[in-house]
């Protein structure tokens, strides 16, 4: 049976971390089969401020943004139609490589030089939503890592005997 951390703390407020609820489910005679987390691996992508976003010559989509990210700003290169100044987001720096693979670098485009990316929901791993990037509304200070402020939960997943049907729901467990 599959469940979720926060689903179980709906019926009880457990004094434990999703871990140590991982490891005590053993002793109470459940076998943890799997535990995950929600979230997919989002290293090094941190939330960043845009701070200046203006066109660029010759496109007819594309704009120069400036990301505030804590301890530098970035001049980054976006084609999404929803960037906007003092807008929260999730950027990517050089050297980061994205939950489907893809490894940030910097690139020339439209003759700017793009130290970084702007992220979609798509990109980042977190939804289908390809073509707007993610905006933030909670403003964590800028070089804050995007792990840090989306709402992590856990997923556990037990082996059920059969003399046990009463924990074949989250009541029972």
Not at 37 to 60: F, H, Q, R, Y
Request: charged share 25%; net charge negative.
């Amino acid at each position: 049976m599959k469940f979720t951390y926060n689903w179980l703390r709906d019926f009880l407020a457990p004094p434990l971390s999703a871990e140590e609820v991982a490891e005590q489910l053993p002793l109470l005679g459940f076998e943890v089969e799997d535990f995950s987390s929600t979230l997919p691996k989002l290293d090094g992508v941190l939330v960043a401020k845009v701070v200046a976003c203006e066109p660029i010559a010759n496109s007819d989509h594309l704009k120069r943004c400036q990301v505030d990210v804590g301890r530098e700003r970035l001049e980054v290169v976006c084609g999404a139609p929803n960037v906007a100044n003092e807008q929260w987001v999730a950027f990517a720096p050089p050297g980061t490589t994205l939950p489907g693979g893809l490894k940030i670098s910097e690139r020339k485009v439209h003759g700017v030089i793009s130290h970084g990316m702007i992220c979609s929901e798509h990109e980042l791993g977190l939804s289908d939503e390809a073509d707007r990037i993610l905006v933030l509304d909670n403003q964590k200070a800028a070089g804050t890592l995007l792990r840090d402020v989306l709402e992590q939960d856990w997923v556990l997943d037990i082996s059920v005997t059969t003399n046990r049907p009463d924990a074949l729901g989250i009541i029972g467990i």
